[in-house]
């Protein structure tokens, strides 16, 4: 691996062992290093660790809370460097856009440090002269979290963030994949004065049997979850036999939308920044075009030509835009659904290139038909369907013809139209005239089959507090 000038950000990293995960860099094959696996009973033990801490941390004042949160925040931007490469080298991403998430990571912790002091309750009036009714938030307790790869470190502090902050202890699984980012930031999080029991990062022996202990310990109250909608059923449905609160960011279908009316470079500009971020490996980007006939070759031509100046390649290399995707299968996957599309009559607007190691030519194909494959499934890659159509009302028809509904964009001049359609679109985001939408400030989350819950603004600290009604009589 490059050289990182912060070496107590990889203090945990272990030799290659029966009990350690192998890290690689996506970009180049190599071995990076090695994570610490816990076992069965240490990973119980780790749990009860963090129930004795949880009793101990919500006693903190909120204010302490906050205070120790802003040394956090403040330490991850002094290391916002050694983080950035930590996670390019792990996860691919283009330098410049892994310090982009640093950044956006951080502003998590700086906000709910100050919702810390916010988890304000209610007075009531109380239905006769003798009684006072009042709530309370009170933190639920233990949670944990299961995190995914591809945004490697705000996926966690967007989860452990309000968590924290409203007074419960944090247990988070990160990705086998990218486990370094977790332990780095995370170490940080101890340099500021947060208990080691109180935030913990944990990699077991598999996916399965890490949600298996999540969603069945007694002692874990609340599960946060970000990946597919088929393991977040499964994380569901295990969680319910004890009726833990779960939160889930599940997967995503986000259409893309043109009108005839639309500023079309504008529209060009959300686009390129909406689906070829992290390689289309986002959960929110954008999956499937819908552009009005009458704008469809003009957004097409203008679309390609500023696909085409996109540089693929190391994310620590100058100048690269798109790194590489995550795994061969990952790989494999994306360029069967182009081959489908092609063989069911979608043509690619520029001609192909197959590229070596996992890296992926960016792609946009057009003459997609919306009964496509390609339209119908979660992409998760650097490909750009375009469909036409002709009508407002059979575009809404379309871009809510999915199970899921987390993100949606449309671009249109027409204040009638835009608030026809947005409050028209099933989606719990909804970006108009701009291509990127995720900000600590908004509650971040889907409808349908897209999950439930939300991240960030206000609303992000409820999901880790239980309100208390106290009823005062013989007043």
Not at 165 to 185: E, Q
């Amino acid at each position: 691996m490059q050289q990182i000038n912060n070496k107590s950000l990889l203090s945990f990293m272990v030799t290659a062992a029966d009990n350690a995960v192998a890290v690689t860099n996506p970009a180049t094959g190599e071995l990076v290093g090695h994570a610490p696996i816990s076992s069965e009973p240490e990973l119980m033990d780790a749990i009860e660790r963090a129930n004795v801490a949880q009793k101990e941390w919500a006693k903190v004042p909120a204010k302490s809370r906050a205070v120790l949160l802003n040394r956090w925040y403040q330490l991850i931007l002094e290391n916002k460097d050694d983080l950035a490469r930590i996670m390019t080298v792990e996860q691919g991403k283009p330098l410049a856009e892994a310090a982009g998430e640093v950044l956006y990571g951080a502003s998590f912790i700086e906000w709910f440090a100050e919702e810390a002091k916010r988890t304000y309750g209610d007075s009531i009036p109380g239905p006769t002269a003798d009684k006072r009714l009042v709530t309370i938030k009170q933190p639920i307790g233990v949670a944990c979290a299961i995190t995914p790869w591809n945004f490697p470190i705000a996926m966690i502090t967007r989860k452990a963030g309000p968590a924290l902050a409203a007074g419960c202890s944090f247990v988070v699984k990160p990705s086998d994949s990218t486990p370094l980012c977790a332990f780095a930031i995370v170490e940080l999080a101890y340099q500021a004065g947060i208990p080691k029991d109180a935030l913990q990062v944990v990699l077991g022996e598999s996916s399965r049997q890490i949600g298996a202990i999540f969603t069945s310990h007694p002692l874990i109250r609340k599960l946060s979850f970000t990946g597919s909608t088929q393991v977040g059923s499964v994380l569901m449905q295990q969680a319910a036999k004890d009726i833990k609160r779960t939160s889930m960011e599940l997967g995503g279908n986000a259409p893309f939308i043109v009108f005839d009316d639309a500023d079309i470079d504008a529209a060009v500009q959300g686009a390129m920044a909406s689906k070829f971020r992290n390689a289309g490996q986002t959960c929110v980007c954008a999956n499937r075009f819908y552009v009005h006939s009458k704008v469809y070759d003009e957004f097409v031509t203008k679309f390609d030509a500023a696909v085409q100046q996109l540089k693929v390649g190391n994310g620590l290399d100058e100048g690269v835009n798109i790194g590489p995707v995550i795994s061969e299968s990952a790989k494999q996957g994306i360029q069967a659904l182009i081959d489908r599309a092609i063989e069911q009559g979608a043509v690619p607007v520029s001609a192909l290139k197959q590229l070596d190691g996992l890296f992926m030519q960016p792609v946009i194909l057009k003459e997609v038909q919306h009964s496509m494959d390609i339209v119908q499934e979660e992409i998760f890659g650097p490909v750009a369907p375009v469909i036409r159509f002709e009508t407002d009302e059979e575009l809404i028809d379309m871009a809510n013809d999915t199970i899921y509904g987390l993100a949606s964009y449309f671009y249109s001049q027409n204040i009638h139209r835009v608030w026809k359609v947005a409050e028209a679109l099933e989606y719990g985001m909804v970006g108009i005239n701009e291509g990127i939408i995720s900000t600590e400030l908004a509650p971040f989350g889907g409808v349908k089959q897209s999950g439930i819950g939300r991240e960030g603004a206000k609303q992000g600290i409820d999901e880790y507090m239980d309100v208390k009604y106290l009823c005062f009589g013989g007043n």
